[in-house]
């Protein structure tokens, strides 16, 4: 038998679902949607220096805090501010307003959950662990997506940013979590894709971290995160472990 911890916090996007991953083929779709729209634009070039401007937005953590609770504007900033990265004139407003809306959409349809998450979930209930899942964003596509995904009668204690005013990597967001569960950090898991909000915040706290590497890309060069465990797949949530 496994051995689970008396709670686990969970990450949605990109840990139970598969939403925002390998931004480049999803900006190259649908860049060739638009092409009619971009003539003279080379369309792999656009898209080189799109997924850069969207790094360096999401990298910075005060527009990230702003930019996720408004995805459509933050979205359609990053592609002018990609597009102007090239040194000519950007397309109009309404465009790039078109194309971060294709993009939520595109994504959307590609979500998923990914393979034995509801699995995972249901046999950690049934053990008697009391589960929260914690996610950033706004309230409506955020809720979206946990009854789109049946989510909700999974979870002890949904907390979603917008909803609640606060969210990763602040610590109230995760204490919040815990005094909600009744549980002591020491006693936790937190399971999530971000090295920053489900690793290295977290485990301020005493929080034992796992990171979802869902790709097997391995830990970034440079990074300071030491995540106490690290899976492929969420499978490995159900194998015996000394935690």
Same mark, same amino acid.
Request: charged share 25%; glycine share 8%.
């Given at each position: 038998?496994?051995?689970?911890?008396?709670?686990?916090?969970?990450?949605?996007?990109?840990?139970? +679902?598969?939403? $925002?991953? =390998?931004?480049? =083929?999803?900006?190259?779709? +649908?860049?060739?949607?638009?092409?009619?729209?971009?003539?003279?634009?080379?369309?792999?070039?656009?898209? @080189?220096?799109?997924?850069?401007?969207?790094?360096?937005?999401?990298?910075?953590? #005060? /527009? %990230?805090?702003?930019?996720?609770?408004?995805?459509?504007?933050?979205?359609?900033?990053? +592609?002018?501010?990609?597009?102007?990265?090239?040194?000519?004139?950007?397309?109009?407003?309404?465009?790039?307003? /078109?194309?971060?809306? /294709? $993009?939520?959409? $595109?994504?959307?349809? @590609?979500? %998923?959950?990914?393979?034995?998450?509801?699995?995972?979930?249901?046999?950690?209930?049934?053990?008697?662990?009391?589960?929260?899942?914690?996610?950033?964003?706004?309230? !409506?596509? =955020? !809720?979206?997506?946990?009854?789109?995904?049946?989510?909700? %009668?999974?979870?002890?204690?949904? @907390?979603?940013?917008?909803?609640?005013?606060?969210?990763?990597?602040?610590?109230?967001? $995760?204490?919040?979590? *815990?005094?909600? &569960?009744?549980?002591?950090?020491?006693?936790?898991?937190?399971?999530?894709?971000? *090295?920053?909000?489900?690793? +290295?915040?977290? =485990?301020?706290?005493?929080?034992?971290?796992?990171?979802?590497?869902? &790709?097997?890309?391995?830990?970034?060069?440079?990074?300071?995160? !030491?995540?106490?465990?690290?899976?492929?797949? *969420?499978?490995?949530?159900?194998?015996?472990? #000394?935690?």
């Amino acid at each position: 038998m496994s051995v689970f911890p008396r709670a686990v916090l969970f990450d949605m996007d990109d840990t139970l +679902i598969s939403a $925002y991953r =390998q931004p480049e =083929q999803a900006w190259r779709a +649908i860049f060739a949607e638009f092409e009619g729209d971009l003539a003279g634009w080379e369309t792999e070039a656009v898209v @080189q220096a799109v997924t850069a401007a969207a790094e360096r937005f999401w990298a910075d953590e #005060s /527009r %990230h805090r702003v930019g996720r609770l408004n995805l459509l504007e933050a979205r359609a900033g990053i +592609i002018g501010e990609g597009f102007a990265a090239l040194g000519r004139d950007v397309p109009d407003g309404s465009v790039l307003r /078109r194309i971060s809306a /294709r $993009y939520d959409s $595109y994504r959307n349809e @590609q979500m %998923h959950l990914f393979p034995h998450a509801h699995e995972v979930v249901d046999t950690m209930r049934a053990a008697g662990v009391k589960l929260a899942l914690i996610t950033n964003g706004a309230a !409506r596509p =955020q !809720r979206a997506k946990v009854e789109r995904f049946e989510l909700t %009668h999974r979870f002890d204690h949904i @907390q979603i940013e917008g909803e609640h005013g606060f969210g990763k990597p602040e610590e109230r967001a $995760y204490r919040h979590a *815990l005094s909600v &569960l009744g549980v002591e950090a020491r006693e936790t898991w937190m399971v999530g894709d971000n *090295l920053e909000w489900e690793v +290295i915040a977290p =485990q301020r706290l005493g929080i034992h971290a796992i990171w979802h590497d869902s &790709l097997g890309s391995g830990l970034p060069a440079g990074t300071a995160a !030491r995540p106490d465990r690290i899976i492929r797949s *969420l499978s490995e949530l159900l194998a015996p472990t #000394s935690r």
